[in-house]
């Protein structure tokens, strides 16, 4: 339904229902699971929501996965996957430590301290 709409994800502060029925590749991110039918009606389309505190207005970016969701301001986009790319080499210096034999705190102290040096 969602996606015949034109939704191309969803985030909701309420209840979620019937996970493998959903469209595959489609993006939903909800406060709990439930399992009976929700109290589901259209209020209003295209205004300014606050989900769980996370205020999204109409048109902007929002990237959610099942940590949480953020808003992505529409002038730093471009940049997002650029900077995603950096924080997970720099990530891979902690993990890369992480799965030496012995690996322990003064280990990881040193790999933070790599981490700058990384770019």
Same mark, same amino acid.
Not at 64 to 72: E, K, L, P, S
Not at 73 to 95: G, N
């Given at each position: 339904?969602?996606?015949?709409?034109?939704?191309?994800?969803?985030?909701?502060?309420?209840?979620?229902?019937?996970?493998?029925?959903? %469209?595959?590749?489609? +993006?939903?991110? @909800?406060?709990?699971? $439930?399992?009976?039918? /929700?109290?589901?009606?259209?209020? !209003?389309?295209?205004?300014?929501?606050?989900?769980?505190?996370?205020?999204?207005?109409?048109?902007?970016?929002?990237?959610?996965?099942?940590?949480?969701?953020?808003?992505?301001?529409?002038?730093? %986009?471009?940049?997002? +996957?650029?900077? @995603?790319?950096?924080? $997970?080499?720099?990530? /891979?210096?902690?993990?890369?430590? !992480?799965?030496?034999?012995?690996?322990?705190?003064?280990?990881?102290?040193?790999?933070?301290?790599?981490?700058?040096?990384?770019?």
């Amino acid at each position: 339904m969602h996606k015949a709409l034109g939704v191309a994800g969803s985030i909701t502060n309420g209840f979620i229902r019937d996970i493998p029925m959903m %469209a595959e590749g489609f +993006p939903i991110l @909800a406060g709990m699971l $439930a399992p009976s039918h /929700a109290f589901v009606h259209v209020v !209003a389309v295209g205004v300014t929501v606050s989900i769980d505190g996370l205020v999204v207005h109409d048109g902007e970016l929002v990237h959610a996965d099942r940590h949480g969701a953020v808003v992505i301001p529409r002038e730093v %986009a471009a940049r997002v +996957p650029d900077a @995603a790319a950096l924080r $997970a080499r720099r990530e /891979a210096v902690i993990l890369g430590a !992480a799965l030496r034999q012995g690996f322990g705190i003064a280990d990881l102290r040193a790999a933070f301290a790599r981490i700058s040096e990384v770019h």
